[in-house]
């Protein structure tokens, strides 16, 4: 299996920047893709933002030209750069991660989500 660790969120003046992280750990081979997405209260979950193994990476038009992500291979973590946050950006952010681990399994795996509240 697959175990995600995500770093702490918190509270953020409208704005402001702040840099997600989720490590990837346990019997993987390979990571396809890696994301993020969010929910906010009352909303659907959203993909805010994707990148594939060969780095291609796909964007939520809200946070276009704010928010970046990347990612380190050689240490299996996913960033996303947020600036520029705006209130709407309030939610709690999923960690994703789609890899190939034992037995040739692909597995689909979620962290356990970190709060990001931008308010003044």
């Known amino acids: 299996q697959v175990q995600l660790v995500e770093s702490v969120g918190g509270l953020v003046q409208p704005g402001g920047s702040l840099r997600l992280s989720c490590a990837a750990s346990?019997?993987?081979?390979?990571?396809?893709?890696m994301g993020w997405s969010r929910q906010a209260p009352g909303k659907e979950r959203e993909l805010v933002a994707s990148?594939?193994?060969?780095?291609?990476?796909n964007s939520a038009d809200s946070v276009k030209g704010r928010f970046t992500i990347s990612r380190d291979n050689a240490k299996n973590t996913v960033y996303l750069q947020m600036n520029n946050l705006k209130p709407e950006d309030t939610a709690v952010y999923y960690c994703?991660?789609?890899?190939?681990?034992?037995?040739?399994?692909?597995?689909?795996?979620w962290g356990q989500g970190t709060q990001v509240t931008v308010s003044s």
């Open positions: 994703n991660v789609v890899a190939r681990i034992l037995w040739n399994r692909v597995v689909d795996s």
């Open positions: 346990g019997s993987i081979f390979s990571i396809n893709r």
């Open positions: 990148i594939s193994s060969d780095g291609s990476t």
